[in-house]
């Protein structure tokens, strides 16, 4: 963290919303709240009187209990800034503790710190833990344990919840400008869900090292309707099947996130958003691009992207014809491997065929005959690189009532029948 002992947090947040903020957590949590400054020291520009827990000041009164305390403030808010979001965890003595980042734009201004308490009633475990965690420190065991009983019970869906509150409360009433904040909050969860995708992947019997193309129409088709939250956790998988297969290569990874952003901002313009207004996006991007030096950053940075064109395709002339056919998508999707009629899809969006069949052959550029096969051969990619299933099997199980259609659009469709589609891409 980078040390300036000259900031003063009420500068940026006035005593009288701090103290809203911290009234607010007492009366709806009994819980409260300290505020540091950048350095994790006591922030006492608001006058505040914070004490501590009598088990804390015991720990404390040990030269190594104090300064295992003292570090552990430090990661605490710097992990805080860092990913955006509030950290809860517990102390190296056993009880638990909350620090929710203070942050202006890009600037840190310190943290809010509150907690110390433990998730349940303690037990003779419990106290064992406790024990066992301070041995090297010279206390007085049972004065500590008579400590603990002083301490607040708090559940851990409790603590969560009022770590959640002080996060948002505190960005409503400060007014500082939480985007940057959000940002690395955003990368943070984009991150964990990238690593357990990641996991699954090297769990697997079967990794393909190919370019995940299987995906790429998916997500298309994602941008094309405006489904943002169905295209982000495709846009993950992806992500993470490039990560796993080119790991720590940035030079690689950031030609592919170019060619993925032009592949969304193709997918956005057959959504209706305007070329000229795609053009200055992809500009933008790529200015953007050519500072990023991290993983984590080039993830977040595609990911804003995809939120960006998303936001395009909401906003464009299209978007009342994209909100027409998204029923009739979701229910394909969720429908692709049972026997699928016209009637069936055009019920699903509240439509007439006729209508159904004009408006998303515009929007989608495809019929929806071929959007059906287009779903159920990807299902089968999928079941071919995941599964020893047989391609016969494949074939019935994603919706296909015929194995020499099925190998005929295959082929079309991918460039190599399903056999050699496997054969290529398992290693």
Known sequence: MANNEYLNIADFVSKSRMSVIRRSLRENFDIDLEVLDVNANHYDGYGFRYREPHFCHIIKSDDIGKSRCRQERIRALNIAIETGQPYIALCHAGIVFVCVPLMDDKQPLGGIMFGRSIWSVPDETFNADIIRNTADLDLDAGKLLKSVSDLKTISARRIHEAAEYVYVLFYQISGLDPNVVQWRRERSRQQAVIGEYIAEYKDSSKIS??????????LISKVRLGDRIGAKDILNIMLARLMLNEPGDIGKLKARMLELTTVLSRAAADGGVDIN????????????????DTQSDLCAWVGQALDDFIELVYTSQDSRKMIQIRPAVDFIEKNYFKPISLADVAKAAHLSVSRLSHVFKEHMDMTIVDYVNS???EGAKNMLLSTDKSCTEICYEVGFNNQSYFTKCFKEKVGATPKQYRKLNIR
Do not use: F, G, M
């Not at 090292?209 to 998916?218: I, K, R």
């Open 209 to 218: 090292t190919a370019y995940p193309y299987q995906y790429e129409q998916q």
């Open 277 to 292: 207004i795609l053009l200055e996006k992809n500009l933008a991007n790529i200015n953007r691009l050519i500072s990023i």
């Open 375 to 377: 779903v159920r051969l």
